[in-house]
T-cell receptor, first 119, second 110 residues
Framework: GAVVSQHPSWVICKSGTSVKIECRSL??????MFWYRQFPKQSLMLMAT?????????EQGVEKDKFLINHASLTLSTLTVTSAHPEDSSFYIC???????????????FGPGTRLTVT | GQNIDQPTEMTATEGAIVQINCTYQ??????LFWYQQHAGEAPTFLSY??LDGLEEKGRFSSFLSRSKGYSYLLLKELQMKDSASYLC???????????WGLGTSLAVNP
């Protein structure tokens, strides 16, 4: 149980285009989903926390107009990287929790990640 | 500031035991996580310590000393598949997010 999927697993896009990444909880209701970004040989960086049906909470320094997060249902959250640039190339990972209100101290279930390359 | 320190790399032999240390300085403490991350994959949960002492789970054990700001992950009977990065993450006063270490890259050699 507690499986989280992400789609696509990898994507290459041209600079200036937008890319949507989906995160789905397959066998539980994810009241909260977290979006992380990880650059090579660096830590996981939390970008935002999203609760179903409400606006996402973005971490300091993360542009909410560039990284659009939608958590429209209890099993799906999407991250859209708008007007992508090469510096946005990274490994994007989502995680989900079935606790509400979610705290990161509850176990999170991670998706397999999406590798984005912007050329 | 807040920081987490782990060794960058470690090497061990198949069948041996290895201990990966993690020290932390955070404002507040709400538990410490260990995650395993294989190259190109997402982290997988290994353990969570919130009280002092040793938690054993199969070949993996995790220890916490809150007074020393110290934890270790102990891996026994090492297997080749244990070659991965091991991430230490701490819940600080801000309960919305974890503070992540850079990870320790463990190479298990035959």
């Amino acid at each position: 149980g507690a499986v989280v999927s992400q789609h696509p697993s990898w994507v290459i896009c041209k600079s200036g285009t937008s890319v949507k990444i989906e995160c789905r909880s397959l066998d539980f209701q994810a009241t909260t989903m977290f979006w992380y970004r990880q650059f090579p040989k660096q830590s996981l960086m939390l970008m935002a926390t999203s609760n179903e049906g409400s606006k996402a909470t973005y971490e300091q320094g993360v542009e909410k107009d560039k990284f659009l997060i939608n958590h429209a249902s209890l099993t799906l959250s999407t991250l859209t990287v708008t007007s992508a640039h090469p510096e946005d190339s990274s490994f994007y990972i989502c995680s989900a929790s079935d606790r509400s209100p979610a705290s990161v101290f509850h176990e999170q279930y991670f998706g397999p990640g999406t590798r984005l390359t912007v050329t | 500031g807040q920081n987490i320190d782990q060794p960058t790399e470690m090497t061990a032999t198949e069948g041996a035991i290895v201990q990966i240390n993690c020290t932390y300085q955070t404002s507040g403490f709400n538990g410490l996580f260990w995650y395993q991350q294989h190259a190109g994959e997402a982290p997988t949960f290994l353990s969570y310590n919130v009280l002092d002492g040793l938690e054993e789970k199969g070949r993996f054990s995790s220890f916490l000393s809150r007074s020393k700001g110290y934890s270790y992950l102990l891996l026994k009977e090492l297997q080749m598949k244990d070659s991965a990065s091991y991430l230490c993450a701490v819940g600080g006063a801000d309960n919305r997010k974890l503070i992540w270490g850079l990870g320790t890259s463990l190479a298990v050699n035959p």
